[in-house]
């Protein structure tokens, strides 16, 4: 029997990638982490980085499973700013302490008994009309604003401080992966690696790995985004936008440039009707949408941009978005797919629970094998209009 290199290799450096590298280690496996490309491309820096707690899949005012999955989680990242959770991220900086929800005047009404409800009590506070942010004192046309107990991560110094924790086991490259029985290969970079476990959390990377498994390619998919980004934006604002759908008509995070420049990165029913759309025709949509939904803030300075995203997931029969994460393993191999970025304290949960106990073998150190760089954000490389 071959006796392996380390007891896990890791496919994939986004955030679930590293949040499972660093639980490994403080659960005493050794761990080596490929990226391909770079840190945080695809998935992770795309994302708005709100560590959602579910009430966004609230709004049609029914609480549902995917809510539940993610009541926990703000209290856990929390937790790891301070050095008292899980894993160690006092390096990480938070954008906003939390992520506000906001009803325009004509539907206040209808927001205000569920969010007083026993349901979400502790979870979401009402903000005096002084309290609101600069960018929502509107009042005829913002009827509530609520904030919500959802913090939200600059995800690249996120992606920065997880990198931190345990830089020797994170290198480059692409690799050529097969399970042999009793371990698990990995040919990259010119080396040999053996691994008793290999866990992909590689987004839509994992899909290549599909027909070696046995798996069929329906047991993945993808939701693509066309999301917007607004450079030169009006003010800052982190907030979702109450409509009579069940998804945030628009959901926006703010974001700073190297150079200084505000940038807001948008979401919500925009982004997923925007996949359809031309950039061009996506940006005539977002500067409509603002004008009707704050239309006292001048964008007449602001620049847009549109970039595509595809969010890779495990599959459901609908096709709608999972409740939470999903893993499929045959044999050694597992695909990890964590849904949202928030759930990935909760992906490597059920990795940890599926593995045997560390084999208390030396870490290797690999001291001539490259890591990857941190990816630029999408608002560093887009060509503004």
């Avoid at 005829?140 to 020797?168: K, M, R």
Wanted: glycine share 10%; proline share 6%.
């Amino acid at each position: 029997m071959t006796r392996p290199d380390v007891d896990v290799a890791i496919l994939g450096g986004g955030i679930a990638g590293l949040w499972l590298l660093a639980r490994l280690k403080r659960a005493g496996y050794s761990v080596l982490l490929i990226e391909r490309e770079a840190l945080g491309a695809g998935q992770t820096l795309a994302s708005q980085g709100i560590i959602h707690g579910g009430l966004k899949y609230a709004i049609d005012l029914k609480l549902k499973q995917d809510s539940a999955a993610l009541a926990d989680m703000p209290a856990r990242w929390r937790a790891t700013l301070n050095g008292s959770g899980e894993i160690d991220l006092r390096g990480a900086k938070l954008s906003a302490e939390n992520h506000l929800f906001w009803a325009r005047r004509t539907l206040a009404s209808r927001v205000a008994g569920f969010f007083g409800s026993k349901l979400v009590r502790g979870r979401v506070e009402a903000l005096d009309p002084a309290d609101w942010p600069l960018a929502l004192r509107d009042p005829d046309t913002i009827g509530a604003v609520y904030a919500l107990d959802e913090c939200v991560f600059d995800t690249s110094s996120l992606l920065t401080a997880l990198a931190q924790l345990h830089p020797g086991c994170i290198k480059a490259g692409e690799a050529q992966v097969e399970d042999r029985g009793d371990h698990v290969t990995l040919d990259v970079a010119g080396r040999s690696i053996t691994a008793s476990h290999l866990i992909s959390t590689a987004g839509a990377g994992n899909e290549a790995l599909l027909p070696q498994l046995g798996l069929p390619a329906k047991a993945a998919q993808r939701r693509p985004l066309h999301q917007v980004l607004v450079g030169n934006a009006p003010a800052p604002l982190w907030a979702h936008c109450f409509d009579t759908s069940d998804k945030p008509r628009v959901t926006i995070t703010t974001h700073r440039q190297k150079d200084g420049m505000l940038v807001w990165n948008i979401g919500g029913l925009i982004a997923e009707n925007g996949v359809q759309q031309s950039e061009a025709e996506l940006i005539a949509t977002a500067r409509t949408e603002f004008a009707t939904l704050l239309p006292k803030l001048d964008f007449s300075r602001s620049r847009f941009a549109g970039f595509r995203v595809d969010r890779a997931e495990g599959a459901t029969e609908s096709g709608h978005k999972p409740d939470g994460p999903i893993l499929q393993r045959r044999g050694r191999i597992t695909l990890a797919w964590p849904t949202k970025l928030a759930l990935a304290p909760q992906l490597a949960d059920l990795v940890l629970a599926d593995l045997p106990p560390a084999s208390g073998a030396a870490q290797p150190d690999w001291l001539d094998w490259a890591a990857p760089a941190i990816a630029p954000a999408p608002w560093e490389t887009v060509a503004w209009k």
